[in-house]
Structure formats: C-alpha cells, structure tokens
C-alpha cells in the first residue's frame, strides 16, 4: 500500500569533518524509506562578530552568511545530483539548542540525523546537542556513524536491541526489516543469561539473537558481535528500557550507525 505522503528527514550538521559521511549515510537511507532530506546548520553569533561595532557586526554575519551558503550548496550538490534527491537546506544564527528547538517545533521532521564524534563523550554539535534532540524530538533519531556508513544501492544488515521491532511506535522498523539483507540479528540485554535461554521461546530470532548477561561491558560486548557479524544498522528505542547509564554507554561504544526510534 502507497505511503499518502514521504517521510521527512532532518540532518543536523556542524560542516565539520564526518559531514559528508553523514550525508552518504541519509541519502542511503532516504532512498530506503523514500524520504525527503533537509540539511540545517546554526551558529553562535558570537563566533561571527569579534567586537560591538554594530556596523562590523552586520557586515561580518553578511559576510559569513554568503560563506556558509556557498559551502552548504557546494557539500549538498554532489549527493543530490548522484542520488536525484532533492536536499533542501537553511541555516541560522543563534542559540544552537533554541534554534534547533525552533526548527523540530515548526517543521515536525519523521527523522533527525546527527553525526557521531571519534570523542568518547556526547557532546556531539557541542553543547550536549544529542541530548537534547532525544529529549526534545518525539520521532526517530539516527546517529550516523564515520566507520560504517550506510552505502547507496546496498541492502542494510540490520539489527534489533531488545524489544525494539514490537515496541516501537512507527512503521519504519518493519519498512527497514523488509529490506534489510537476512537473517537479522537480534541482541538482548538481560539480568541472567543463562536462565533467559532455558525459558525463552524465540521462535523468528532463535537462530539469530545474542543474549548478554547485562554488566558493565554489555555495550562493548554487543559492540564487538555488530562488528563481527557486519550490522550497519542498530535499532532500539530511545527510552532503551528506561536505562539511561545502558544508552549512553551502546551510543558511545558502538562504532556502527543507530536508530533510535520511540
């Protein structure tokens, strides 16, 4: 059955170096779930104007706007012409968080797309941008990797955290399931491992699921199974079972790319 209308993916970007992997990874997604991509940047004014000459102010924000248009129009042109998708784009001036805020209130995107630092912490964007979108976008969010991103015209190897394929609230898990390359993996994070497989009944994910006893290494032993096991895509949801120490630490141990869906 036809869509009424295409899924809306937001890139949130610093025009830092993972830009363009970033971008490989949204174009290779979009075509998946037939999406329309828009591109936003923001930037404190403070970084523009070096002094309180209110002429020089305007002439350095008029200056770096032409700057920063160009560069975006020039990063985006390339991927929207080998992928015929149209990639809208706008930036501002301003509060980062404020901003952005702005922008998921007025234009209510399915998905946000960040990309994610080589630095262990989440201060992704800066300001703890990862953070807030999770706490202030209601959709999905991917957090795109540098080392394993999502390839054009190649099917995904997708995996599901936990309860993520029954729990979530949107179709794009199962849209992603069905054209995803099989089997799927599934991995779970429970108290005690060894009584988990003697009660579970599987069924689909019997052949497929990797249990962890859950420690202070789970995030890096399922880390080490996605690599392994050549998963490009990991779905969970944001809540990850209400344990937020457990999403943080998969977000900053993984190396492939996340959906976190609610």
Do not use: W
């Not at 993916?9 to 037939?34: M, P, R, W, Y």
């Amino acid at each position: 059955m036809k869509k009424e209308k295409k899924y809306k993916i937001l890139v949130l970007s610093d025009l830092k170096e993972n830009t363009q992997s970033v971008l490989k990874s949204t174009v290779s997604f979009a075509k998946i779930i037939d999406a329309d991509i828009h591109f936003f940047y923001t930037k404190k004014p403070a970084e523009i104007v070096k002094n309180d000459n209110q002429l020089s102010a305007k002439r350095a924000i008029n200056e770096e706007y032409f700057i920063i248009d160009k560069k975006i129009k020039s990063l985006i042109s390339s991927f929207s012409e080998d992928s015929n998708i149209n990639i809208k784009h706008s930036f501002s001036f301003g509060n980062v968080k404020s901003e952005i805020g702005d922008f998921l209130s007025k234009n209510k995107p399915d998905v946000v797309v960040l990309g994610k630092r080589k630095s262990k912490s989440l201060n992704f964007l800066g300001d703890n941008i990862t953070d807030f979108v999770l706490q202030k976008h209601i959709g999905s969010v991917i957090i795109a990797s540098e080392k394993s991103t999502l390839e054009p015209h190649k099917k995904l190897n997708l995996g599901f955290l936990n309860n993520t394929k029954d729990n979530t609230s949107i179709s794009l898990a199962l849209e992603l399931k069905e054209k995803s390359k099989e089997p799927i993996k599934y991995f779970r994070v429970v108290k005690d491992a060894e009584l988990y497989n003697k009660t579970s009944e599987n069924l689909e994910e019997e052949k497929n699921e990797y249990v962890f006893e859950e420690n202070s290494t789970s995030s890096k032993n399922i880390s080490n199974y996605l690599t392994k096991n050549n998963v490009n895509l990991l779905c969970f949801t944001k809540k990850a079972d209400n344990n937020t120490a457990f999403l943080k630490n998969i977000i900053k141990d993984t190396e492939v790319s996340l959906l976190l869906t609610t």
